[in-house]
T-cell receptor, first 114, second 113 residues
Framework: SAVISQKPSRDICQRGTSLTIQCQVD?????MFWYRQQPGQSLTLIAT?????????ESGFVIDKFPISRPNLTFSTLTVSNMSPEDSSIYLC???????????FGPGTRLTVT | DQQVKQNSPSLSVQEGRISILNCDYT??????FLWYKKYPAEGPTFLIS?????DKNEDGRFTVFLNKSAKHLSLHIVPSQPGDSAVYFC????????????FGTGTRLTIIP
């Protein structure tokens, strides 16, 4: 497995502002992902963070709203831009260890937009 | 289009008894299935997985069963313990799905002491 940390753990933000969430892994990993869990809902994949190239976004998610950086094999950031109350969710990063299908998750960032 | 479904949003089980959590899927391209456990304010924790070439995988108190013809899998926890109280998500992966996981809606398991 891997040890994954996220910053911040929670935040309350005003409508129209942006928040950048950091994800740090204790070892080099090939695959990193960003998920969203809206209140009472399942986990939904936002995008795959690719090292050295643009992230791959899922249907319904766009780069202008959720820009992602992946400067190396242990770190990634997700920015939630121009926030609205509908963006209030838990945002989670995960990693896949090479050779397995299992993904390991960070503790999540609880975002509330007022 | 919910490709992975957990039809029971909640389940209560007496401590020491067996907990059975169910999951159904619709996409026949899924070939690897996983169960995660999630406590409040924490990220999901990987529990157990099963490949589509198997019909059972066991790890301690946790056993996952897969019925491919019915597109159904279940997680058995025996004996159930109070620390098992959490939300359980099943997830599925396809070799052709670019490694991404599709999650079910979750079942909240409560173990009654």
């Amino acid at each position: 497995s891997a040890v994954i940390s996220q910053k911040p753990s929670r935040d309350i933000c005003q409508r129209g502002t942006s928040l950048t969430i950091q994800c740090q892994v204790d070892s080099q990993v090939t695959m990193m992902f960003w998920y969203r869990q809206q209140p009472g809902q399942s986990l939904t994949l936002i995008a795959t963070a690719n090292q050295g190239s643009e992230a791959t976004y899922e249907s319904g998610f766009v780069i202008d709203k959720f820009p992602i950086s992946r400067p190396n094999l242990t770190f990634s950031t997700l920015t939630v831009s121009n926030m609205s109350p509908e963006d209030s969710s838990i945002y989670l990063c995960s990693v896949e260890i090479t050779g397995g299908y299992e993904q390991y998750f960070g503790p999540g960032t609880r975002l509330t937009v007022t | 289009d919910q490709q992975v479904k957990q039809n029971s949003p909640s389940l209560s089980v007496q401590e020491g008894r067996i907990s059975i959590l169910n999951c159904d899927y619709t996409n026949s391209m899924f070939d690897y299935f996983l169960w995660y456990k999630k406590y409040p304010a924490e990220g999901p924790t990987f529990l157990i997985s099963i490949s589509s070439i198997k019909d059972k995988n066991e790890d301690g108190r946790f056993t996952v069963f897969l019925n491919k013809s019915a597109k159904h899998l279940s997680l058995h926890i025996v004996p159930s313990q109070p620390g098992d109280s959490a939300v359980y998500f099943c997830a599925a992966n396809s070799n052709f799905g670019n490694e991404k996981l599709t999650f079910g809606t979750g079942t909240r398991l409560t173990i009654i002491p």
